[in-house]
């Protein structure tokens, strides 16, 4: 059983920014590969990037690309995601997800997570 636990999110102004950290409980947390999902008000959860346990495979949403960056620190246990740029339709709650099997469809799958966070709210006003 993994347990996610995310923070960082709040209120920013379009342009600004905001780091996201996730933190996993678990031993084995560099075997994992570690997602961000985020889902709008009256929207489908939507992919936003994946890094894989070893770190050399990540990935990001079209909507994210150039903007966003995904990194992880094993020995802390913990997924970081570094928005910038962040325009109003970033608003949404932002999940961490975790799962032992990686894929590079697979993972960009909500259904290709076991588990997950709580999530945090960004808000982005114009």
């Known amino acids: 059983q993994v347990q996610l636990v995310e923070s960082g999110g709040g209120l920013v102004q379009a342009g600004g920014s905001l780091r996201l950290s996730c933190v996993a409980s678990?031993?084995?947390?560099?075997?994992?590969?570690m997602g961000w999902f985020r889902e709008a008000p009256g929207k489908e959860r939507e992919f936003v990037a994946f890094?894989?346990?070893?770190?050399?495979?990540?990935a990001y949403g079209d909507s994210v690309k150039g903007r966003f960056s995904i990194s992880r620190d094993n020995a802390k246990n913990t997924v970081y995601l570094q928005m910038n740029s962040l325009k109003p339709e970033d608003t949404a709650i932002y999940y961490c997800?975790?799962?032992?099997?990686?894929?590079?469809?697979?993972?960009?799958?909500?259904?290709?997570?076991?588990?997950w966070g709580q999530g945090t709210q960004v808000t982005v006003s114009s």
């Open positions: 678990g031993r084995t947390f560099s075997t994992y590969v």
């Open positions: 997800a975790a799962d032992r099997s990686f894929g590079s469809s697979r993972s960009r799958s909500a259904g290709g997570y076991a588990y």
């Open positions: 890094r894989s346990g070893g770190g050399g495979a990540t």
